[in-house]
C-alpha cells in the first residue's frame, strides 16, 4: 500500500481505458504478493479467481487513518489470518499474509510498543509468510527503531521480510532500507523491497535483494512502464504486485500485467517468473508456502457427503445478468 | 474442576500424540504447557502445526472408546496432529490460578485463526471451569466460518450439556441456515424444547412464503411439541407454495 496520494490534486485518466482482454493469458497462473484484501468486496475475489489469480499476500498496513488502541491492531492481524483467509478460499485462492506495524503508525510510540507485545503471536501463525510491510514513510527516528526491531523479529522467526519503500524521497528511502537490513545480518534474499521503479530497481537487484514493483495507478508504476522493465532487467528477482486497496486501484493489476507482457513479446517463461514463480520462491522461504493448496477448484454448487462449501447463507454463483434476484 | 479424569486423559491423548508425530515434535510438545509464561504459551499455540505437521490423526477403536469412557462424547476421530496437539496443551496448563487460566485461554480465542479457531472450540469439552466459556461458546455459534461451527457442532458434547437454551436454540437455527449435517450435532434430540419447535415452525411458514425448502429435520424436531395439526397445516401451504424451486 500506496496511499498517499490525494484525490484531489490527481486528475482523473483522460482517455477511456482500453478493454482488458483475460484470453491473452487464459489459463495461466498468477500469484499476487501484494494485495490489501480487507478493502475489496468479495466481487473482486471472484474476478481475480476468474482471471487466474490462485493465490495472494495481504501484507498488513494502513486502514486510511490511524488506529488509537492495541485491540484494532489484535483485530486487524486475526482478520487477515481469519476472515479474510476464509473468504478467499471460497473463491479457490490460497491467502497468506505478512504481519508487521506500519511505518506510519510506527510514530505513534505508545501504542508501537504495545503492538511489538503482540507482533510474536501472530508471526507464528500458520500462513503467515513473512514481517511486512514494513519500513519507512516519512523516514524518522521512530520509524527506523520500529523497523530494526521488526527486522530481529524477522530473523528470530526465520521468515522473510517485504519492505514498503516510501512515496517521498524514495531513492534515499530504498537505499537506507536496505542498508539496515545488512547492519541486522539478514540475507538480502530474503528480503524483498516493494514499489520499485526504473530508479531503483538497479541498485535492489545488484545488492542481491527482490525488486516487487507495484501496478498501481498514479503514484507508482504503470504496467507499459513494466514492461520496459523487464524487457530491460529480464526476470531474475523481479515479480509484480497490485497492492490494490482502498484507494483506486485495480486487483486485477498482475494479470493485466500479464497479458500486456504477451501482446508486448515478453516470453511465457519470463511471464511466468514474475508474475508467479519468483513471489512463491521468496515467500516459501517462510515454509508455510504449499503450492498443492492453490486454485482448488470450487463448484460452489457441489456438495461433499451431503455438505455444501458455502458457508454463512452464502449463495452459489449466479447468473448476473439476471434482473431477477432471489 | 474438570469434571472428568484429567489424568487419564492426559495419558491417553499422549499416547495417541506420540503414534502420530514424530519423536523430535513429541520432545518438544510434551516440555510445554506452562501457562505462567504467557508469550512462550501463546507461541507454543501459535507455531503448533510446524511442531507436529497437520496429518490426519490415527486412533484405534478401542482407544476412541477409552477417551469416551473418559469424557463421555469426547472424540479426536478426524482430527489433524495440529488441532490435537493444540487441544492437548491447554489440558496441561495448571488450571489452580482461575483468573490466569481463563486470561491466558480466552486471549487465545481473541487473536485466534480459523484452525486455532477450531482447535479452541475443540477443547470447549476439556477445559478446567466448564461453566466459565459458555458465553464463548455462544460467541462461537456467530462465527460464519463453517469449519468453527462445525468445530461447535459436530460430536462436541459441550453446547448440549452447558448451553442455555436460547443459544442453543441459535446453535440449532444456526446450523440450518449454514446447511450442516443436523444428526452431527451432539444431544439434538435431547435439547429439543418447545420454543425452538415454535421459531422451527415460524421458520418453515417463512420458507413457504419466499418458496424456499426446508431440511426433513425440521419437521422432525418441531412435532413432539406441536399439534399435529399445524405441522400438516404449514406443510401443506409450503407444498402449495414452494412450485417455484
Given at each position: ?19 482488458f ?5 487464459k ?20 474476478a481475480?479467481?476468474d ?6 499476500i ?8 490511524p488506529?488509537?488502541?492495541?485491540d484494532?491492531?489484535?483485530d486487524?492481524?486475526?482478520s ?9 478460499s471460497?473463491?479457490?485462492i490460497?491467502?497468506?499474509?505478512t504481519?508487521g ?28 509468510v513473512?514481517?511486512?510491510?514494513i519500513?519507512?514513510?516519512?523516514q524518522t527516528?521512530a ?6 526491531l521488526?527486522?530481529?523479529?524477522a530473523?528470530?522467526a526465520?521468515l ?8 517521498r ?8 532500507s ?10 538480502p ?5 516493494d514499489?520499485?521503479?526504473e530508479?531503483?530497481?538497479?541498485e535492489v ?8 514493483f507495484?501496478i ?10 513494466m ?6 532487467y529480464?526476470s531474475?528477482?523481479i515479480?509484480?504486485?497490485s497492492?490494490?486497496?482502498w ?16 501482446l ?7 511471464i511466468e ?12 522461504q ?15 454448487s457441489?456438495?461433499?457427503?451431503g455438505n ?14 439476471s434482473?431477477i434476484?432471489? | 474442576?474438570?469434571g472428568y479424569?484429567?489424568?487419564a486423559l ?5 499416547t ?18 506452562d501457562i505462567?509464561n504467557?508469550a512462550?504459551?501463546?507461541a507454543?499455540f501459535a507455531m ?12 484405534a ?6 477417551l469416551?469412557?473418559?469424557r463421555p462424547?469426547f472424540?479426536?476421530e478426524?482430527?489433524t496432529a495440529?488441532?490435537l496437539?493444540?487441544v492437548?496443551?491447554?489440558l496441561q ?9 481463563f486470561?491466558?485461554?480466552e ?9 486455532e479457531l477450531v482447535a479452541l472450540?475443540s477443547a470447549?469439552?476439556i477445559?478446567?471451569?466448564p ?5 464463548r ?8 466460518i ?8 459436530y460430536y ?5 450439556e452447558?448451553?442455555?437454551?436460547a443459544?442453543?436454540?441459535q446453535l440449532v437455527m ?6 450442516k449435517?443436523?444428526d ?5 434430540n435431547?435439547r429439543?424444547?418447545p420454543?425452538?419447535?415454535r ?12 418458496g ?7 419437521w ?6 406441536t ?9 401443506q ?9
Amino acid at each position: 500500500m500506496c496511499c498517499s496520494h490525494s484525490f484531489e490534486d490527481k486528475p482523473l485518466p483522460g482517455q477511456k481505458p482500453e478493454a482488458f482482454d483475460i484470453s491473452a493469458v487464459k489459463g495461466m497462473k498468477f500469484f499476487d504478493p501484494h494485495v490489501h484484501m480487507t478493502s475489496r468486496t468479495t466481487d473482486d475475489y471472484q474476478a481475480m479467481a476468474d482471471a487466474g489469480v490462485v493465490a495472494l499476500i495481504e501484507p498488513a498496513f494502513w486502514l486510511g487513518q490511524p488506529r488509537t488502541g492495541i485491540d484494532s491492531f489484535r483485530d486487524y492481524y486475526s482478520s487477515l489470518v481469519g476472515w479474510e483467509r476464509f473468504r478467499s478460499s471460497q473463491f479457490g485462492i490460497k491467502h497468506y499474509c505478512t504481519i508487521g506495524l506500519n511505518s506510519r503508525e510506527a510514530n505513534n510510540e505508545a501504542l508501537a510498543e504495545q503492538v511489538m507485545e503482540i507482533l510474536p503471536l501472530f508471526v507464528y501463525k500458520d500462513g503467515v509468510v513473512g514481517v511486512g510491510e514494513i519500513g519507512f514513510d516519512d523516514q524518522t527516528a521512530a520509524e527506523e527503531k520500529y523497523y530494526r526491531l521488526q527486522l530481529d523479529l524477522a530473523k528470530e522467526a526465520g521468515l522473510p521480510v517485504q519492505v514498503h519503500t516510501p512515496h517521498r524521497d524514495k531513492k534515499h528511502g530504498t537505499q537506507r532500507s536496505m542498508d539496515i537490513a545488512l547492519e541486522h545480518g539478514l540475507d538480502p534474499y530474503t528480503v524483498i523491497i516493494d514499489h520499485n521503479n526504473e530508479e531503483t530497481v538497479k541498485e535492489v537487484l545488484d545488492r542481491g535483494f527482490w525488486a516487487a514493483f507495484t501496478i498501481y495507478p498514479f503514484t507508482k508504476m504503470g504496467n507499459q512502464r513494466m514492461v520496459e522493465v523487464v524487457k530491460q532487467y529480464g526476470s531474475e528477482r523481479i515479480m509484480i504486485n497490485s497492492a490494490a486497496d482502498w484507494g483506486i486501484s485495480d486487483p486485477l493489476a498482475v494479470p493485466k500485467t500479464a497479458a500486456l507482457m504477451k501482446l508486448n513479446g515478453i516470453s511465457a517463461e519470463d511471464i511466468e517468473l514474475v508474475t508467479y514463480r519468483n513471489a512463491i520462491t521468496a515467500f516459501a522461504q517462510s515454509g508455510q508456502i504449499d503450492e498443492a493448496d492453490f486454485g482448488v477448484n470450487i463448484d460452489q454448487s457441489a456438495k461433499f457427503e451431503g455438505n455444501s462449501i458455502l458457508r454463512g447463507g452464502q449463495q452459489p454463483r449466479v447468473d448476473k445478468s439476471s434482473i431477477i434476484i432471489s | 474442576m474438570f469434571g472428568y479424569d484429567r489424568e487419564a486423559l492426559q495419558g491417553e491423548l499422549a499416547t495417541i500424540i506420540q503414534n502420530n508425530i514424530t519423536t523430535d515434535a513429541w520432545a518438544w510438545l510434551s516440555q510445554q504447557g506452562d501457562i505462567t509464561n504467557t508469550a512462550s504459551f501463546n507461541a507454543t499455540f501459535a507455531m503448533m502445526p510446524r511442531k507436529t505437521g497437520k496429518g490426519l490423526i490415527h486412533i484405534a477403536p478401542e482407544q476412541a472408546e477409552q477417551l469416551n469412557t473418559i469424557r463421555p462424547g469426547f472424540t479426536i476421530e478426524g482430527w489433524t496432529a495440529d488441532r490435537l496437539g493444540r487441544v492437548y496443551l491447554m489440558l496441561q496448563a495448571d488450571a489452580i490460578d482461575q483468573e490466569r487460566y481463563f486470561a491466558v485461554i480466552e486471549n487465545l480465542f481473541l487473536a485466534a485463526e480459523m484452525n486455532e479457531l477450531v482447535a479452541l472450540y475443540s477443547a470447549l469439552p476439556i477445559l478446567a471451569y466448564p461453566e466459565l466459556w459458555v458465553k464463548r461458546c455462544a460467541e462461537g455459534i456467530r462465527s460464519n466460518i463453517g469449519s468453527v461451527l462445525e468445530a461447535i457442532m459436530y460430536y462436541n458434547p459441550y453446547p448440549a450439556e452447558y448451553l442455555p437454551e436460547a443459544a442453543w436454540n441459535q446453535l440449532v437455527m444456526k446450523a440450518i441456515f449454514t446447511d450442516k449435517q443436523l444428526d452431527l450435532i451432539t444431544g439434538l434430540n435431547e435439547r429439543n424444547n418447545p420454543e425452538l419447535a415454535r421459531i422451527l415452525m415460524d421458520f418453515a411458514r417463512e420458507r413457504g412464503a419466499a418458496g424456499r425448502s426446508v431440511v426433513p429435520e425440521l419437521w422432525h424436531l418441531a412435532s413432539p411439541f406441536t399439534d399435529a395439526g399445524i405441522v400438516n397445516a404449514v406443510k401443506q401451504q409450503y407444498s402449495t407454495i414452494n412450485t417455484i424451486n
